[in-house]
């Protein structure tokens, strides 16, 4: 039971650094976001703080099953001015079951110091994720045509080293 805890664990950790082997996470609902609703990420894969992994997930929990609460729960759903804050270095993996991101892109809804930046990142399968842009400023927009990809269903937050990114929510723009 320990060495298959260490063992997702350790997959998760490659997810998070963009190593492991893809998950199998079908798109739902055909591909499209409900009529018009705003999106928001709604599953917390992974995070660290002060370079401690926690996975949150050994798969991506189906459209309509609540994922279970893990760590940064206040970046999911809509900005609502609850914050998570990452620390130096720190990172933040978020999913959409139940929608993807169009080539509109994203908004990240987070309130950003002078001199922080973090990398943001989007994947269509969870491991192999492409940069879309720096969050350097606050509540930025990055659009997936950057990368020329048209869809992606999660992204990653990496700190860039100052830390105090609080980042209140994940918007997939549609």
């Given at each position: 039971?320990?060495?298959?805890?260490?063992?997702?664990?350790?997959?998760?950790?490659?997810?998070?650094?963009?190593?492991?082997?893809?998950?199998?996470?079908?798109?739902?609902?055909?591909?499209?976001?409900?009529?018009?609703?705003?999106?928001?990420?709604?599953?917390?894969?992974?995070?660290?703080?002060?370079?401690?992994?926690?996975?949150?997930?050994?798969?991506?929990?189906?459209?309509?099953?609540?994922?279970?609460?893990?760590?940064?729960?206040?970046?999911?759903?809509?900005?609502?001015?609850?914050?998570?804050?990452?620390?130096?270095?720190?990172?933040?993996?978020?999913?959409?079951?139940?929608?993807?991101?169009?080539?509109?892109?994203?908004?990240?809804?987070?309130?950003?110091?002078?001199?922080?930046?973090?990398?943001?990142?989007?994947?269509?399968?969870?491991?192999?994720?492409?940069?879309?842009?720096?969050?350097?400023?606050?509540?930025?927009?990055?659009?997936?045509?950057?990368?020329?990809?048209?869809?992606?269903?999660?992204?990653?937050?990496?700190?860039?080293?100052?830390g105090g990114i609080a980042i209140?929510?994940?918007?997939?723009?549609?």
């Amino acid at each position: 039971m320990l060495a298959m805890a260490r063992r997702c664990a350790f997959l998760l950790l490659g997810a998070l650094l963009g190593c492991a082997e893809p998950p199998s996470v079908p798109f739902p609902n055909g591909n499209e976001a409900d009529g018009g609703a705003r999106v928001f990420a709604d599953t917390i894969i992974a995070y660290s703080m002060g370079g401690q992994l926690t996975s949150c997930l050994t798969s991506l929990p189906q459209c309509g099953d609540l994922p279970p609460s893990c760590g940064p729960n206040a970046v999911l759903g809509a900005n609502d001015g609850t914050t998570f804050s990452l620390g130096a270095n720190d990172k933040m993996e978020l999913g959409f079951r139940c929608n993807v991101i169009n080539v509109d892109g994203i908004e990240v809804w987070a309130q950003v110091p002078a001199g922080a930046a973090a990398v943001v990142e989007v994947s269509q399968d969870g491991s192999e994720y492409k940069s879309i842009g720096v969050l350097d400023s606050s509540n930025k927009s990055f659009p997936l045509t950057i990368i020329s990809w048209y869809r992606a269903r999660f992204v990653r937050i990496s700190d860039q080293g100052t830390g105090g990114i609080a980042i209140d929510a994940v918007e997939a723009l549609q």
